[in-house]
């Protein structure tokens, strides 16, 4: 049965935190309705458990079941330790009362160790929904490039890897293939939710150093393995995120970027199950063409710095 639930998207990333809670949801329950009210909020009707979103969501800070009123709240919160918070959209001063909110609850609350939570987020109206904080301490910073085994200049950072596993709208026990896997971000992050990874590099450091990387972070996998992106290690992949190497820093073998993607793209054609989403992030200048194999669903702009912008095309395979 569908509910409504509220996502309060972060406020960086630009069109992707939208795109990636529409993913999440989307992959539960392809039914899945959205509607953005105002800047930052993202309501879902949808039979997808917002926790479980929440539990793998990146550019979010409250994911949770939205609810009509205080009364509907305590039926939820009964028996629970909560605490309440309030979001300030529109950047008012005047703080809101708990006691308006949580008075009536039948639960104990609790400010250290909650639950859940009864989250109020302001803006041009009001929205309350249920949440479940805990549930979203991904431990971002414990995975940072400089805080794994091996480290290479160009590793991303694992909320971004994250948000790119999850725009692939893979679920627990799926096939995810990462064909450019350099230090293992994405396999990291694809791993972490529960999917069944594969992955390659055609440099045999980067190779050694991502299983290094894994290991270290007790995760497992299908393996990887040193291989070009012409010749990839599955026979067929349920979902499909990479970062497409350029510059100097990367394993291009002195590939250009234009030519890596040609390579790239009939080969994933090849492995790619039909209906599979494919996330390519690339440099803006070199377009993912989707030709007669894919269809192109959605493009995001990162910008980096101020000579580089980076997209991510989103794939899907016919």
Not at 48 to 57: E, T, Y
Not at 121 to 129: I, K, N, S, T
Not at 288 to 300: N, R, S, Y
Request: charged share 25%; hydrophobic share 40%.
């Amino acid at each position: 049965m569908k509910s409504k639930s509220l996502v309060l998207l972060s406020g960086e990333g630009g069109t992707i935190p939208a795109s990636e809670a529409k993913s999440l949801f989307s992959a539960y329950d392809p039914s899945s309705e959205f509607r953005s009210p105002a800047p930052r909020i993202l309501v879902a009707e949808s039979e997808a458990d917002p926790f479980r979103v929440g539990r793998r969501i990146a550019f979010a800070r409250r994911v949770g079941r939205l609810v009509s009123g205080a009364s509907e709240a305590a039926e939820l919160l009964e028996g629970h330790r909560v605490r309440f918070r309030a979001f300030d959209l529109a950047g008012g001063s005047m703080p809101a009362d708990p006691e308006e909110y949580i008075g009536d609850l039948r639960a104990t609350i609790d400010l250290r160790a909650p639950d859940l939570e009864l989250t109020l987020v302001r803006g041009e109206r009001e929205y309350l929904a249920v949440t479940s904080p805990g549930t979203m301490a991904q431990g971002w910073s414990l995975r940072r490039p400089r805080q794994r085994p091996f480290f290479h200049p160009a590793a991303i950072f694992p909320k971004l890897s994250r948000a790119l596993v999850n725009l692939s709208r893979c679920v627990e026990g799926d096939v995810f293939l990462d064909p450019f896997a350099g230090t293992g971000s994405i396999p990291l992050e694809a791993a972490m939710v529960g999917c069944r990874v594969a992955a390659s590099d055609v440099a045999e450091k980067m190779v050694r150093g991502a299983w290094r990387n894994m290991r270290h972070f007790r995760q497992e996998w299908l393996g990887v393995v040193r291989a070009d992106s012409g010749r990839l290690p599955v026979t067929q992949a349920d979902a499909v995120a990479t970062d497409v190497p350029y510059g100097r820093a990367s394993s291009t073998r002195g590939l250009g970027a234009e030519e890596i993607m040609a390579r790239a793209l009939p080969t994933l054609a090849a492995v790619a199950r039909p209906g599979a989403t494919v996330v390519l992030m690339h440099q803006k200048e070199v377009a993912a063409d989707p030709g007669e194999d894919f269809v192109l669903m959605e493009e995001h702009d990162l910008h980096v710095h101020k000579r580089l912008t980076r997209t991510i095309s989103v794939l899907r395979r016919r």
